[in-house]
């Protein structure tokens, strides 16, 4: 069975710097890793995803993930965090196997002026 | 392209009555799934479809039914109401790249 576990309900971090959204994962095989963002009220919207590669994959909105097969994490990173990243994260894996996503239970990112 | 589209965006149903909420995508994706999202549960996939014809149960699908008579549409049928199924639900199509529609917010009372 696949799973994915985000250590963190809540990040809170200071516009302007960094900030790292962590995510591990558990499957047998090769693991497709997405992450999602969700504002409030919305749906989930796709941020990016790494399949094979170069372990630093980026997406939207200035963010970036880093794979790490040895410690089976996928951390959400970027550089220097807006007040308008506020929201809710989800990490995601999918195997061919499963023929599906299995979601985290998703990480409340607060940006502070 | 609208995407992936759910109807209606809010409903409030009492105990014990029936509803559909539907779905439609216009990606030609034969892939769609049907979510349910708890406060602090993240998302919980009920049911799922990988074509027209074809439909499998995901990880709490108790309560509710599905069909997909084509490749567009993918309507979640709640029977018999439960508080339990109080929740927002979401559709989506793709395979591993999901894409979402905006959800459905149920209130069972």
């Known amino acids: 069975a696949q799973s994915v576990a985000q250590p963190e309900d809540q990040v809170n971090v200071a516009e302007g710097n960094p900030l790292t959204v962590k995510c591990t994962y558990s499957v047998s095989g090769n693991p497709y890793l997405f992450w999602y963002v969700q504002y409030p009220n919305r749906g989930l919207q796709f941020l990016l995803k790494?399949?094979?590669?170069?372990?630093l994959v980026k997406g939207s909105y200035g963010f970036e993930a880093e794979f790490n097969k040895s410690q089976t994490s996928f951390h959400l990173k970027k550089p220097s965090a807006l007040v308008s990243d506020s929201a809710l994260y989800f990490c995601a894996v999918y195997t061919g196997t499963a023929s599906k996503l299995t979601f985290g239970t998703g990480t409340r990112l607060q940006v502070t002026l | 392209n609208a995407g992936v589209t759910q109807t209606p965006k809010f409903r409030i149903l009492k105990i014990g009555q029936s509803m559909t909420l539907q779905c439609t995508q216009d990606?030609?994706?034969?892939?769609m799934y049907w979510y349910r999202q708890d406060p602090g549960m993240g998302l919980k996939l009920i049911y799922y479809?990988?074509?027209?014809?074809?439909?499998d149960k995901g990880e709490v699908p108790n309560g509710y039914n599905v069909s997909r008579s084509t490749t567009e549409d993918f309507p979640l049928r709640l029977e018999l109401a439960a508080p339990s199924q109080t929740s927002v639900y979401f559709c989506?199509?793709?395979?591993?790249?999901?894409?979402f529609g905006p959800g459905t917010r149920l209130t069972v009372t």
């Open positions: 990606m030609n994706h034969n892939y």
């Open positions: 479809s990988v074509g027209a014809g074809i439909t």
């Open positions: 790494y399949i094979t590669g170069d372990n």
């Open positions: 989506a199509s793709g395979v591993n790249e999901q894409y």
